[in-house]
């Protein structure tokens, strides 16, 4: 018996999110505070599906990083593993709150800061997942604690996860992120990618076939790909293509997490043994809540009574 469902190891940070809806940064006067950073979410949403998550990361000795380790506490994630660091401040990102991709500005800080001590092998040993990002491995420290992490992690079994976050705002060295995603993909963790993070990683417009035959090949069997109103499509190396449409929703209020969320809802049902199909359809219903919500999942409703 493991006593951890989900390892999310990366970014924490605090999204400072702009108050008006589909307005440019440089326009917007006012913003709110969130938690934030992918694999923060993912830890957060996997709670609030019942799942036991930790989180290994890194803030700042500061207000933000009190904030943040509260709010992780209150959603009942595990925080023994995040290192809260006098030498520098929590990392901060101002977002445009957009119904589509919004723009973003990293001010980044103590995210980067995650070494080996922090995740031990008898942790890893106790997991069942180990879930990563693109923007977490932008940076050493954290890339190289990941990496070897990562390599331990396949070694006792645990499955692997990443979401190819990738920005060049982030890892302005395209080939050297593609060659760090070899290593991390050579482990064959379940993959999940957006049309827009493809087109960054690639500096251009690539097809399907081009998208799943590259990470195949890298090592990925299982791959999800995210496409907005166009739906999802997920190559797996055995059972072939899945496509379902995007799920109708009357008002999107802001989509900053909602690819988080759909990934927790996919690693979730994974992790359920559900069928692709159906893990497909979870990972949708979970993103159309956050898409209906501003900043995190809502407190109000027992979430996982609206998936299955």
């Avoid at 081009?210 to 195949?216: L, W």
Wanted: proline share 3%; charged share 25%; glycine share 6%.
């Amino acid at each position: 018996m493991k006593n951890i469902d989900i390892i999310c190891i990366g970014e924490v940070l605090i999204d400072f999110i702009g108050h008006e809806v589909n307005t440019s940064i440089n326009r917007t006067k006012d913003y709110h505070r969130f938690l934030g950073g992918s694999p923060t979410n993912v830890a957060v949403n996997a709670s609030r599906l019942g799942m036991k998550s930790l989180l290994v990361a890194s803030c700042g000795q500061d207000g933000l990083g009190e904030y943040i380790v509260r709010k992780l506490k209150d959603n009942n994630v595990n925080t023994t593993q995040i290192s809260k660091l006098d030498s520098a401040p929590t990392s901060v990102i101002f977002v445009s709150k957009s119904t589509e991709t919004p723009d973003f500005i990293p001010y980044r800080e103590a995210d980067c800061q995650i070494t080996e001590n922090q995740l031990p092998d008898e942790i890893i040993a106790d997991a069942k997942i180990y879930h990563t990002t693109c923007f977490a491995l932008s940076k050493n420290p954290a890339r190289q604690t990941i990496l070897n992490r990562a390599e331990k992690a396949s070694e006792l079994g645990l499955q692997l996860s990443i979401d190819i976050n990738f920005s060049e705002r982030i890892w302005p060295n395209r080939e050297e992120a593609k060659q760090v995603l070899s290593e991390y993909l050579a482990l064959n963790p379940l993959v999940k990618l957006s049309e827009d993070d493809c087109y960054r990683l690639f500096a251009e417009v690539k097809t399907e076939d081009f998208i799943f035959d590259y990470f195949h090949n890298l090592g990925a069997s299982r791959i999800c790909l995210t496409k907005g109103k166009n739906g999802v499509v997920l190559s797996d190396i055995e059972q072939g293509l899945f496509f379902q449409e995007a799920m109708p929703i009357e008002e999107i209020k802001d989509a900053t997490g909602a690819g988080d969320a759909f990934w927790t809802g996919f690693l979730y049902a994974q992790l359920n043994q559900k069928d692709l199909e159906e893990s497909i359809s979870i990972a949708q219903r979970l993103a159309s809540i956050k898409l209906q919500n501003v900043g995190r999942l809502p407190d109000n409703i027992n979430i996982l009574s609206q998936l299955l």
